[in-house]
C-alpha cells in the first residue's frame, strides 16, 4: 500500500513524514500540512459496531507505516473511551435529522476527539526512541505546545496532553470572551500546563501563536501547537463522519457547526478517502466570511465578532488555507452549502427544537440546526441530515437556561485554578516560552 507523506500548504517541494508533521505543527515555511494525496479506506470493511476498530480502519491509510496494526488500535482505543450516539429527532423542520453527539467526552466538546489523540501521538513521537527520526526537530528537552482557543479547544488540550511527559502545554485565551464555565475548565491546575488570559480578541492569539514559530529567540526550542492547523488534531475528527454514515442506510448530508474550519476539512477529507455523503453544510455564526465565499460572494478574512456560539468567533479561518488547497473553489461550492446564522437566530433556534423535538441544543449545535432548516428548503433534500453537535448545553447556560449543570462540570468549579494574565505582547509570551523549558 502507498502512504501519503505530508508536505506544505505553500510549497511541495520538501516532504515530510506525518511524525515530522505532528511534531512541527506548522510546516517551516509558515503554511499546513496536508497529505500529499488522499489515501482510501476500505468503507464497505469497517466493523460497524466498534468505534476504535472503525477508528484504526479509518486512519491506517493515513498513519500507515508508522504503527503497528495492535499500536493504532491502542492509540484509538485510548483516546475515545467514550460514546458516540447518533439521535434521531423528529417533529417541526426538523425530520429525518440526526444529531452526532460529539460533547460525551472528558471536557464536554468534539474538541477532546482530536485533543485526545494528539496528546497520545506527542506522547509517542516525542519521546527520545523516535526523536532521532524527526528530521529538524531532534533538540533536546522539552516539546512545547502551544495553542490559541476561542473557548473549548483549550481545555480539551489540556486535558488531552496533562501529565503526557516531555510536554509542557502554553494556552492562550481571549480574556473576557469566554463563558464563565469555560474559563473555569480552562485555568484548572494541570501538570504541565500554562493558561495565559491574554488582552486581546481570538485572532490576537492565533497571531501570537504563529508569530512564537517565526521568532528567532525561540529557534532552539523545541516548539508544536495544538491547534486545528496541526494534522494530528485533524485526522482523528474524519472518524465520526464515517462512523454516522454507516450507520445510515443512504449517504447523508453532513451539517458542521464552523470557525476555524477544522472540523469541515476533516469530514471533506474523509468523503474524498471514501465515505459516502450526499454534500456538507458549512454553519457559520455571524462570522460568516466562509458561508461568503461559498456563495461566491467577494470576501475577504475579518476581524471576529463576538457571538453566543463563541467557539466560532473566528473571522480568518486558519484551515481555510488548508481546505482550498486540497479542494478547488468550484468543487466546494458544489458540495458545500455556507449559512451564517444570527445570535437571535440562534436563540430562537434553541426554543423552537426544543419545543417541536423536545432535543436541547447548545448555541453552537443550534447554529447547524438553522443551516440545516435553511439547506433542507433551500435543496429540496429529503435524505438524512446528520447536524454535529459539538458541544454540551450545559457548558452554555446563559444561552441554554432549561438544564442542570451535569456533575462533570460541578467539579471543576471547586479545583484549584492558576492563570498568567498576558499583554498582546510577543515578546512576553516568547518569556514564558523559555522560561518553562528551564
Ligand atoms: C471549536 C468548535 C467549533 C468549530 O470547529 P472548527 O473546527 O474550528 O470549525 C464548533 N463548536 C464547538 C463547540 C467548538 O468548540
Given at each position: 500500500?502507498?502512504?501519503?507523506?505530508?508536505?506544505?500548504?505553500?510549497?511541495?517541494?520538501?516532504?515530510?513524514?506525518?511524525?515530522?508533521?505532528?511534531?512541527?505543527?506548522?510546516?517551516?515555511?509558515?503554511?499546513?500540512?496536508?497529505?500529499?494525496?488522499?489515501?482510501?479506506?476500505?468503507?464497505?470493511?469497517?466493523d460497524a459496531n466498534?468505534?476504535?476498530?472503525?477508528?484504526?480502519?479509518?486512519?491506517?491509510?493515513?498513519?500507515?507505516?508508522?504503527?503497528?496494526?495492535?499500536?493504532?488500535?491502542?492509540?484509538?482505543?485510548?483516546?475515545?473511551?467514550?460514546?458516540?450516539?447518533?439521535?434521531?429527532?423528529?417533529?417541526?423542520?426538523?425530520?429525518?435529522?440526526?444529531?452526532?453527539?460529539?460533547?460525551?467526552?472528558?471536557?464536554?466538546?468534539?474538541?477532546?476527539?482530536?485533543?485526545?489523540?494528539?496528546?497520545?501521538?506527542?506522547?509517542?513521537?516525542?519521546?527520545?526512541?523516535?526523536?532521532?527520526?524527526?528530521?529538524?526537530?531532534?533538540?533536546?528537552?522539552?516539546?512545547?505546545?502551544?495553542?490559541?482557543?476561542?473557548?473549548?479547544?483549550?481545555?480539551?488540550?489540556?486535558?488531552?496532553?496533562?501529565?503526557?511527559?516531555?510536554?509542557?502545554?502554553?494556552?492562550?485565551?481571549?480574556?473576557?470572551?469566554?463563558?464563565?464555565?469555560?474559563?473555569?475548565?480552562?485555568?484548572?491546575?494541570?501538570?504541565?500546563?500554562?493558561?495565559?488570559?491574554?488582552?486581546?480578541?481570538?485572532?490576537?492569539?492565533?497571531?501570537?501563536?504563529?508569530?512564537?514559530?517565526?521568532?528567532?529567540?525561540?529557534?532552539?526550542?523545541?516548539?508544536?501547537?495544538?491547534?486545528?492547523?496541526?494534522?494530528?488534531?485533524?485526522?482523528?475528527?474524519?472518524?465520526?463522519?464515517v462512523w454516522a454514515?454507516r450507520q445510515l442506510?443512504?449517504?447523508?448530508?453532513?451539517?458542521?457547526?464552523?470557525?476555524?474550519?477544522?472540523?469541515?476539512?476533516?469530514?471533506?477529507?474523509?468523503?474524498?478517502?471514501?465515505?459516502?455523503?450526499?454534500?456538507?453544510?458549512?454553519?457559520?455564526?455571524?462570522?460568516?466570511?466562509?458561508?461568503?465565499?461559498?456563495?461566491?460572494?467577494?470576501?475577504?478574512?475579518?476581524?471576529?465578532?463576538?457571538?453566543?456560539?463563541?467557539?466560532?468567533?473566528?473571522?480568518?479561518?486558519?484551515?481555510?488555507?488548508?481546505?482550498?488547497?486540497?479542494?478547488?473553489?468550484?468543487?466546494?461550492?458544489?458540495?458545500?452549502?455556507?449559512?451564517?446564522?444570527?445570535?437571535?437566530?440562534?436563540?430562537?433556534?434553541?426554543?423552537?427544537?426544543?419545543?417541536?423535538?423536545?432535543?436541547?441544543?447548545?448555541?453552537?449545535?443550534?447554529?447547524?440546526?438553522?443551516?440545516?432548516?435553511?439547506?433542507?428548503?433551500?435543496?429540496?433534500?429529503?435524505?438524512?441530515?446528520?447536524?454535529?453537535?459539538?458541544?454540551?448545553?450545559?457548558?452554555?447556560?446563559?444561552?441554554?437556561?432549561?438544564?442542570?449543570?451535569?456533575?462533570?462540570?460541578?467539579?471543576?468549579?471547586?479545583?484549584?485554578?492558576?492563570?498568567?494574565?498576558?499583554?498582546?505582547?510577543?515578546?512576553?509570551?516568547?518569556?514564558?516560552?523559555?522560561?518553562?523549558?528551564?
Open positions: 500500500m502507498q502512504y501519503p507523506r505530508y508536505i506544505s500548504t505553500r510549497s511541495s517541494d520538501r516532504s515530510f513524514t506525518l511524525p515530522e508533521a505532528i511534531m512541527h505543527g506548522l510546516a517551516p515555511d509558515g503554511g499546513l500540512f496536508v497529505p500529499s494525496f488522499i489515501p482510501e479506506f476500505d468503507y464497505m470493511g469497517l466498534s468505534y476504535s476498530e472503525t477508528s484504526a480502519s479509518v486512519l491506517k491509510p493515513f498513519f500507515g507505516g508508522h504503527f503497528s496494526d495492535e499500536s493504532l488500535r491502542s492509540v484509538c482505543e485510548d483516546s475515545c473511551s467514550f460514546d458516540v450516539p447518533l439521535k434521531r429527532i423528529s417533529g417541526g423542520a426538523w425530520n429525518e435529522c440526526y444529531l452526532l453527539e460529539l460533547f460525551h467526552g472528558p471536557t464536554l466538546s468534539f474538541k477532546d476527539f482530536g485533543a485526545r489523540m494528539l496528546g497520545r501521538l506527542l506522547g509517542i513521537f516525542g519521546n527520545s526512541g523516535s526523536r532521532e527520526a524527526i528530521a529538524g526537530i531532534s533538540k533536546s528537552g522539552k516539546t512545547v505546545v502551544l495553542v490559541a482557543t476561542s473557548g473549548d479547544t483549550g481545555s480539551a488540550v489540556a486535558d488531552g496532553l496533562s501529565g503526557i511527559d516531555g510536554l509542557e502545554l502554553i494556552i492562550l485565551y481571549p480574556g473576557g470572551q469566554v463563558s464563565d464555565l469555560q474559563e473555569r475548565q480552562l485555568i484548572v491546575k494541570r501538570d504541565g500546563v500554562t493558561a495565559c488570559r491574554v488582552n486581546g480578541s481570538f485572532d490576537d492569539c492565533q497571531l501570537l501563536v504563529k508569530g512564537a514559530f517565526s521568532s528567532p529567540s525561540l529557534s532552539s526550542v523545541r516548539l508544536t501547537s495544538a491547534n486545528s492547523i496541526n494534522i494530528g488534531r485533524l485526522l482523528p475528527q474524519m472518524i465520526y463522519y454514515a442506510p443512504v449517504p447523508p448530508v453532513f451539517c458542521v457547526p464552523s470557525g476555524n474550519l477544522g472540523n469541515l476539512t476533516a469530514g471533506l477529507i474523509a468523503w474524498k478517502a471514501g465515505m459516502p455523503a450526499a454534500g456538507f453544510v458549512a454553519a457559520n455564526n455571524a462570522n460568516g466570511f466562509f458561508a461568503d465565499y461559498l456563495r461566491g460572494v467577494q470576501s475577504s478574512p475579518r476581524k471576529s465578532l463576538r457571538t453566543i456560539s463563541n467557539a466560532m468567533d473566528v473571522g480568518d479561518p486558519s484551515n481555510f488555507e488548508r481546505l482550498s488547497h486540497l479542494f478547488p473553489a468550484e468543487e466546494l461550492r458544489d458540495n458545500v452549502f455556507g449559512c451564517s446564522v444570527s445570535d437571535a437566530e440562534t436563540t430562537s433556534t434553541i426554543e423552537a427544537v426544543y419545543r417541536e423535538t423536545g432535543y436541547i441544543a447548545d448555541p453552537h449545535t443550534a447554529v447547524a440546526l438553522e443551516s440545516a432548516r435553511r439547506y433542507r428548503v433551500h435543496s429540496k433534500f429529503s435524505g438524512p441530515i446528520v447536524v454535529l453537535s459539538t458541544a454540551h448545553p450545559a457548558k452554555f447556560p446563559s444561552a441554554v437556561k432549561a438544564i442542570q449543570i451535569p456533575a462533570r462540570l460541578d467539579i471543576v468549579q471547586t479545583f484549584a485554578t492558576s492563570v498568567i494574565t498576558l499583554e498582546n505582547r510577543q515578546e512576553d509570551l516568547n518569556s514564558i516560552i523559555l522560561d518553562r523549558i528551564q
